[in-house]
């Protein structure tokens, strides 16, 4: 499929499944009485009937959380692509090799003895601080996860894989520790960010965590034509005249702060990272520029086509948005596995 047509399909697909996320729901509204309250919000009226009630619902509840899915699966699915362009591989993923634990972990740690231990730059910070925790524990294992897994200037992949799960494990056992000295309030919150959810979504965390994105989806791609380099070999780059170095400080960098956001906002939701941009290289080929574009696109029509199945299908209970996308990325992770046994993934 040519990169043009594969964009458009893929607004268009996003298109629709932000109208048919913000109008289904408890509150059931038409497609058209969506459109016109979404067309009202940019200055755009439409002789559409529709009650204060469903506008109020959708603006302040169903709208944000839709922009939050958007913001948070492209961000997931960039993160994704970089996080497999510097490892030069497509297994690679931000929740399979341990940074997404190691980001909740942090966050988790700040939850449990934040307010004892960080009082005075939670008052400083405010919302901010659970971010930054997020970014410092992403930034600490992506950086530990390369050192492992590398050996001779080359990625061992079985390595990295190994690394990931003993780092995840003891993320997890981490995690337990703070489990047994929290309270009740702080245990509800450490189950959310275990499981994954866009049920925090509000105007006041989207504006928080939009920033953020937007530094990661904007800088990431910028990097492209030196990751298409780095596909060849670390030697090779360097003699086409890319910093390596600065390459990968980079990446690490904007991934962990795009990781951390999430994490720190809906918890770990996982395999979003690793399907879209292996789908989008199917369809369009290895450039990165264009998988960063698409895989971003694909990543956010993907999780809110998620969000809206998990709070849908068996209202009114919500199923975990983590549960959904591990269920889903799960049997996609074996799939390339054992093609991996057959014919030697070549990346």
Known sequence: MRYGLLVMVLIVLLIIATVLSVGMGPLQLSPMQSIAILLKQLGVPLNTAYTDQQEVVVTAIRLPRVIFGIFIGATLAMCG????????????????IGISSGAALFTVVVIVVGLQIFQSLFTILGTYMLSIAAFA??????ILIYRISQA?????VSTMLLAGIAISAMAAAGTGIMTLIANDAQLRTITFWNLGSLGGASWVNVAVLAPLCLICMIGLPSMSKALNALVLGETNASHLGINVEALKSKVIILTALGIGACVSMSGIIGFVGLVTPHIVRKMIGPEHKQVFVASGLLGAVLLVIADLVCRTVVAPIEIPIGIATALIGAPFFLYLLLKERKNQIVF
Do not use: H, V, Y
């Not at 692509?81 to 399979?96: E, H, K, M, V, Y």
């Not at 524990?137 to 992506?142: D, H, I, K, L």
């Open 81 to 96: 692509t970089a996080i497999q362009g510097l490892f030069r591989n497509p297994l690679a993923d931000p929740a399979l």
């Open 137 to 142: 524990g992403a930034f600490f294992t992506t």
């Open 152 to 156: 001779g200037g080359k990625t061992i």
